[in-house]
T-cell receptor
Framework: AQSVTQPDIHITVSEGASLELRCNYS??????LFWYVQSPGQGLQLLLK??????LVQGIKGFEAEFKRSQSSFNLRKPSVHWSDAAEYFC???????????FGAGTRLAVHP | EAGVAQSPRYKIIEKRQSVAFWCNPISGHATLYWYQQILGQGPKLLIQ????????DSQLPKDRFSAERLKGVDSTLKIQPAKLEDSAVYLC???????????FGPGTRLTVL
């Protein structure tokens, strides 16, 4: 069965520091992979997606993610975190693309000034 | 362009009571999703509509949950009777078609006492 694991429940970083959020997936074929962000009281917003091709994908708000098939990972990165990045981040796999998304449990990011 | 609208934003009920949530998708979006997001977990798909027909309701607890999408636009999700474990945020999302990006509403936070 498909599944997504986000090993870190909470992460705290200082403003201006770099960030990496981990995501591991379990899926038999090449998956469609996504990162979403959820700010308090808001719905989920798509940060970026990987469907095929270049394994380093760029997203909105300065985020990027790298697909590593050998490690079954799709980690999210940002070189310099802003206080406004404090939110919850969800990795998801979509066996059919955007359809039938399976989400990880999320990583809550806190940013210290 | 208006986003996905949901109401109410918050609801507190006692167990065994009934409750209903409403969702108005983005205009023109044929596909509508309801997700359940329990605290500490990622969103889980409950039901997917294509226009006014159900595409997937395999994870909907049909003994107590029901949903409809009359006229292929607005949708309501009902719980009757509610249990303590139904406490969660209920997210509605819509997309142009099932293979397109999903856009999420702000959710309804349900607390069952």
């Amino acid at each position: 069965a498909q599944s997504v694991t986000q090993p870190d429940i909470h992460i705290t970083v200082s403003e201006g520091a770099s960030l990496e959020l981990r995501c591991n997936y379990s899926y038999g074929a090449t998956p469609y992979l996504f990162w979403y962000v959820q700010s308090p009281g808001q719905g989920l917003q798509l940060l970026l997606k990987y469907f095929s091709g270049d394994t380093l994908v760029q997203g909105i708000k300065g985020f990027e993610a790298e697909f590593k098939r050998s490690q079954s990972s799709f980690n999210l990165r940002k070189p310099s975190v802003h206080w406004s990045d404090a939110a919850e981040y969800f990795c998801a796999v979509g066996p059919g693309g955007y359809n039938k998304l399976i989400f990880g449990a999320g990583t809550r990011l806190a940013v210290h000034p | 362009e208006a986003g996905v609208a949901q109401s109410p934003r918050y609801k507190i009920i006692e167990k065994r009571q009934s409750v209903a949530f409403w969702c108005n998708p983005i205009s023109g979006h044929a596909t509508l999703y309801w997700y359940q997001q329990i605290l500490g977990q990622g969103p889980k798909l409950l039901i997917q509509f294509q226009n006014n027909g159900v595409v997937d309701d395999s994870q909907l607890p049909k003994d107590r949950f029901s949903a409809e999408r009359l006229k292929g636009v607005d949708s309501t999700l009902k719980i009757q009777p509610a249990k303590l474990e139904d406490s969660a945020v209920y997210l509605c999302a819509s997309s142009l078609e099932s293979l397109n990006e999903q856009f999420f509403g702000p959710g309804t936070r349900l607390t069952v006492l």
